[in-house]
T-cell receptor
Framework: EAQVTQNPRYLITVTGKKLTVTCSQN?????MSWYRQDPGLGLRQIYY???????DKGDVPEGYKVSRKEKRNFPLILESPSPNQTSLYFC???????????????FGQGTRLTVV | RKEVEQDPGPFNVPEGATVAFNCTYS??????FFWYRQDCRKEPKLLMS???SGNEDGRFTAQLNRASQYISLLIRDSKLSDSATYLC?????????FGAGTRLTVKP
């Protein structure tokens, strides 16, 4: 079954304690992206990746890091989480068709992060 | 960065109504377009792709106007189950750009 898997689904942590949210896709997609969603603000892009070892900042990258060492995995790292990073996080992936644009994006089920 | 703009709503309509959403995009070279549906605090899911000639899926019709750089979604005969947030998505130089979403509530 084609899917994007995020872990953990729920996480409560304390300020300053490094954490990683994992994202894995089994569709051999080139493109992967991380978003955060806060009430009234819609999906805001944190980082995205066009392929292995290629990452770029989105609209709200401050306080986050990513890596893309393998095509299937795109972890989101919070080196020193703060309460303003409390949010709902989504990972997504899609295939890239040269000259035709991306195919539909598939989303993970989301990670609810609370930083206290 | 290029932007995708949507009217945030909310749209409150009675059952059976027809409702339309628009979404504008700033990059004339954008390549592919989609409408997604998101239920409260769940992951967005594809509603339909948007093709250059326009396309229909049951009660839903999507259109693309490249000259004016907007896409639209028309929902006919609204159902209570259509209540959700609708997100437009524009593929912009390989990156997927999301609008902020339009909230729809269909009432009995």
């Amino acid at each position: 079954e084609a899917q994007v898997t995020q872990n953990p689904r729920y996480l409560i942590t304390v300020t300053g304690k490094k954490l990683t949210v994992t994202c894995s896709q089994n569709m051999n997609h080139e493109y992967m992206s991380w978003y955060r969603q806060d009430p009234g603000l819609g999906l805001r892009q944190i980082y995205y990746s066009m392929n292995v070892e290629v990452t770029d900042k989105g609209d709200v990258p401050e306080g986050y890091k990513v890596s893309r060492k393998e095509k299937r995995n795109f972890p989101l790292i919070l080196e020193s989480p703060s309460p303003n990073q409390t949010s709902l996080y989504f990972c997504a992936s899609s295939a890239q068709n040269p000259g035709q644009g991306n195919t539909e994006a598939f989303f993970g089920q989301g990670t609810r992060l609370t930083v206290v | 960065r290029k932007e995708v703009e949507q009217d945030p709503g909310p749209f409150n309509v009675p059952e059976g109504a027809t409702v339309a959403f628009n979404c504008t995009y700033s990059n004339s070279a954008s390549q592919s377009f989609f409408w997604y549906r998101q239920d409260c605090r769940k992951e967005p899911k594809l509603l339909m792709s948007v093709y250059s000639s326009g396309n229909e899926d049951g009660r839903f019709t999507a259109q693309l106007n490249r000259a004016s750089q907007y896409i639209s979604l028309l929902i006919r005969d609204s159902k209570l189950s259509d209540s959700a947030t609708y997100l437009c998505v524009v593929n912009d130089w390989g990156d997927m750009r999301f609008g902020a979403g339009t909230r729809l509530t269909v009432k009995p």
